[in-house]
């Protein structure tokens, strides 16, 4: 059974940073690209970051470029987002996706595995 859980959520101000964790475990994603999307209510849910099987190539959504980095580490099965700078507008739940590929996509249909999220708020 594979299950991808997010951890690291929770009530911020604007201006704050927050780091966003993804452990997985019953298969190793090493070989396979990861990457984050998350969801406001009322909306669709919209890609963020997605990073590649070695760690090297990243693919981030215009809104969150030059605020949020994407990073895994491998050898725990595990990748992380780190959030900096962070609006209101950034209030959604963040999930964490596996296998789209070696190369990171932004189509949700591209992902395979899914975590059950993680609420991020932040007030004005």
């Known amino acids: 059974q594979v299950q991808l859980v997010e951890s690291g959520g929770g009530l911020v101000q604007a201006g704050d940073s927050l780091r966003l964790s993804c452990a997985a475990s019953g298969r190793s994603f090493t070989g396979y690209a990861v990457g984050w999307f998350r969801q406001a209510p009322g909306k669709e849910r919209e890609f963020v970051a997605g990073?590649?099987?070695?760690?090297?190539?990243?693919y981030n959504a215009d809104s969150v470029k030059g605020r949020f980095t994407i990073a895994r580490d491998n050898a725990k099965n595990t990748w992380f987002l780190q959030m900096k700078s962070l609006e209101p507008e950034d209030t959604a739940v963040y999930f964490c996706a596996a296998d789209s590929g070696r190369i990171p996509r932004r189509g949700q249909y591209d992902y395979r595995y899914w975590g059950q999220g993680t609420q991020v708020t932040v007030s004005s």
């Open positions: 990073i590649g099987w070695d760690g090297v190539a990243t």
